[in-house]
């Protein structure tokens, strides 16, 4: 049996996990809180964006936290062109053919990955990686922490933008009705490429705040959208709250199957979280009933 202290330090290292999950979560729910579609893709673009953090490292010599603000504007661009000049057209209004596009989307930019960098594991040296803050007995990652407080940053801000400013307005409508949003003249394509940018830029974020304590390779993605699937299914389907604190809930019952179970099993947990949600509360904590 392991001590109180370890235990202790086991639930906050989850803690501080969880909030990047829950960022990469936090793209993944809004965007199915607009577009009313699931994005297949969305665990290639994290892979792409967590490429281009290393990129800019090793060539550049840019810091992952320095690399923030650029390739959060790179993304949403890269977001807002896809939607708006591959997804929009290509679906042709229909949900179905969304998902068909996400996925085949998510296949595209895996194998360019993998014809690019090929599947050699690749991960970031710098002067913090492995630094920590002792707090009494515990012992705290210094990357870990920084990761923790920008996620939840990042979720505050996005919780302004949807609650405070004219374009979080026009989201919440297209959200709500997209009809009687477009008949009072909101640009209900340009709202759903925004959106789908901002999930895009989001990966960015959670990618950089990544990179110091994780790996990247072209398959990567995959493992992050599963966790982050699971988020929004628990928190609910388009709830950011619910992205919040399901991901922080995650993250510690991750950290605790890994402590208790082995480290391989550390996502019995997760998955055996993902089934019991789907059997007695399909909605999730926070979602709405269709």
Not at 26 to 37: K, Q
Not at 94 to 123: M, P, V, Y
Not at 150 to 174: E, F, M, P, Q
Request: overall charge neutral.
């Amino acid at each position: 049996m392991y001590s109180l202290p370890i235990v202790a330090e086991a639930m906050l290292n989850g803690l501080l996990t969880g909030a990047v999950y829950a960022l990469i979560a936090l793209g993944l729910t809004l965007v199915y809180g607009v577009l009313h579609i699931i994005n297949f893709a969305h665990g290639a673009f994290l892979t792409c964006a967590m490429f281009a953090v290393w990129l800019a490292h090793s060539i550049l010599g840019l810091d992952p936290y320095l690399a923030i603000l650029p390739l959060t504007l790179i993304f949403f661009a890269i977001g807002y062109a896809v939607q708006r000049f591959v997804i929009g057209p290509a679906s042709h209004g229909d949900d179905g053919n969304i998902l068909l596009i996400t996925l085949g989307l998510s296949i595209i930019i895996e194998n360019a990955l993998l014809a690019g960098f090929h599947s050699d594991t690749r991960s970031l040296s710098t002067d913090y990686s492995f630094n920590v803050f002792e707090v009494g007995p515990l012992l705290i990652s210094q990357a870990r922490l920084f990761g923790f407080i920008g996620a939840v940053i990042v979720t505050g801000l996005l919780w302004l933008l949807l609650a405070r400013t004219d374009t979080g307005k026009a989201i919440r409508a297209v959200a709500k009705e997209k009809l009687g949003a477009r008949l009072v003249g909101i640009n209900v394509s340009h709202v759903f490429a925004v959106t789908f940018g901002i999930g895009c830029a989001t990966l960015a974020i959670a990618a950089c705040l990544l990179m110091p304590t994780f790996y990247v390779n072209p398959r990567v993605g995959g493992a992050f959208v599963l966790v982050a699937f699971t988020i929004v299914v628990l928190g609910g389907m388009g709830s950011i709250t619910g992205a919040l604190i399901g991901g922080l809930f995650i993250g510690v019952v991750e950290s605790l199957c890994g402590l208790f179970l082995g480290e391989s099993l550390g996502q019995i947990g997760i998955f055996l979280i993902f089934i019991l949600v789907l059997l007695f509360r399909p909605t999730g904590l926070f979602g709405a009933r269709a």
